[in-house]
């Protein structure tokens, strides 16, 4: 990728690190800045009576939306919608709505788009709870331990929730954690898990294994895990595969069907900008979600639209990945996330990705040239195996505080992971190669 940046500099004539060539490649790409509300640095810095009245009015440089995207310009009006709708109609909104979202079927205004960025068909997905409810709620069915065949395969740093929910679920069933989680941990030396590892725990253990349960994008090292290569050698194996998906959906391109993944979950008030807190999603493979003899906790939301207001106690399933819901969704919640879908709905993931791995290349490129010795990049350097984050570890806890503290009082948003580590996520539906390039001159200045 530094190859194909500096070649595009050298084909217009500027040098790859200037702010000029930042700006040429702003101009050459498609943003939907707009489509989003970027915090003034007087907001967001943390000494803002230092700044100058230009400085303090001026966009903040936000690269965290690997933890909270942006709000989307149209949040405030589609809740202020439902809103209206309440305080006109009371109830009456569940099934007379004058926008022409009755609540009653409010999500149904989320899932194709959301099926289009994981790479699902539509009855696959369902849009309900929070992720890590919803792990627990899928490995009802999808975690079925027996005396032979009752471990879990995961990365060993996986996010604590996830490591929670696993630990919780094997306990449940009666059995040690220590003995039936299999935690990978990258060889000594590595940051992150080698693909052939994953792929040779499998075939050495598989046949123990009943879960592998990965994230698709690892939370502090950015590494986008081969999702597609675990899965084909898990099911080789006979074992059920998930993924927690919290930082890979609407930062890289999946094909979750195609890929014959069995379930996934995640969050949306990261890259999908749903708001804090946002309503979590969840896909069950068609070849499951029609079966209707898999175990699962089930609730009046599950079931078909058609019988469930007979009231009679029997549960008749949806046909499809929302058959696992188990109550109406939070109406408000839904439309922060229709808001931010509005705005994927104006392009692709694919096309999404060419930007996020130009953008990405850019500051892998500036970084390396002012790094020295102060810190290493310790997400993949192979673009094919990250999303768009890159994880920042410095050589000293001291370093990170003052370059982070510097960063702050500058009205640039990210990410510390304490004690020697920022993340840098630049988002490519409203980050800016410019933005960037602010970003890295000022972290040049602080080492």
């Known amino acids: 990728m530094a190859a194909q940046i500096k070649s595009l500099a050298q084909s217009s004539a500027l040098k790859a690190d200037s702010l000029e060539f930042a700006r040429l490649l702003d101009a050459q790409s498609t943003t939907f800045r707009s489509d989003f509300c970027v915090p003034k640095v007087a907001t967001v810095s943390t000494h803002p009576h230092e700044l100058s009245p230009e400085q303090a009015a001026s966009e903040s440089i936000y690269l965290c939306g690997n933890s909270l995207g942006l709000q989307p310009a149209a949040t405030r009006t589609l809740i202020n919608q439902e809103l209206d709708v309440w305080s006109e109609r009371g109830v009456h909104g569940h099934f007379e709505h004058r926008f022409g979202r009755p609540w009653v079927s409010i999500d149904d205004h989320v899932i194709e788009q959301s099926a289009k960025i994981v790479g699902a068909h539509a009855d696959e997905v369902a849009i309900m709870n929070s992720l890590t409810a919803n792990l627990h709620f899928l490995m009802v069915p999808f975690y079925r331990p027996t005396p032979t065949r009752f471990k879990i395969l995961l990365e060993a740093k996986s996010f604590p929730s996830d490591y929670y929910a696993l630990e919780s679920q094997a306990r449940f069933h009666g059995y040690d954690p220590a003995e039936a989680l299999i935690q990978l941990s990258p060889r000594a030396g590595d940051f992150t898990l080698r693909t052939e590892d994953i792929l040779e725990t499998i075939s050495k253990h598989g046949d123990q294994i009943a879960l592998v349960m990965f994230s698709g994008v690892q939370y502090y090292t950015g590494q986008w895990f081969e999702m597609e290569k675990i899965t084909t050698a898990a099911k080789a ?137 102060k810190f290493q990049i310790i997400t993949p350097r192979d673009p094919a195996q990250r999303g768009c984050q890159l994880s920042l570890l410095f050589t000293s806890a001291e370093t990170t505080q003052r370059v982070f503290a510097e960063l702050s009082r500058q009205g640039v948003v990210c990410d510390e992971r304490k004690p020697d580590v920022i993340r840098i996520a630049p988002a490519p539906l409203y980050n800016t190669f410019e933005d960037v390039h602010h970003f890295v001159r000022i972290v040049s200045a602080a080492l």
């Open 237 to 373: 194996k006979g074992c059920i595969v998930g993924f927690d998906l919290a930082h890979a959906v609407g930062n890289v391109p999946m094909s979750l069907h195609d890929w014959d993944v069995d379930f996934a979950c995640w969050c949306s008030y990261k890259y999908l900008n749903s708001g804090p807190g946002g309503i979590g999603g969840a896909f069950v493979h068609n070849k499951h979600a029609k079966d209707n003899t898999l175990k699962r906790f089930a609730g009046w939301w599950g079931s078909d639209p058609e019988s469930k207001f007979l009231m009679d106690n029997t549960f008749v399933p949806i046909a499809g990945a929302n058959s696992y819901r188990l109550s109406n969704p939070c109406v408000l919640a839904v439309v922060a996330m229709a808001a931010s879908l509005q705005v994927f709905g104006k392009t692709d993931m694919q096309t999404l990705r060419q930007k996020s791995l130009l953008l990405t290349g850019f500051l892998e490129l500036l970084l390396d040239e002012v790094r020295g010795d």
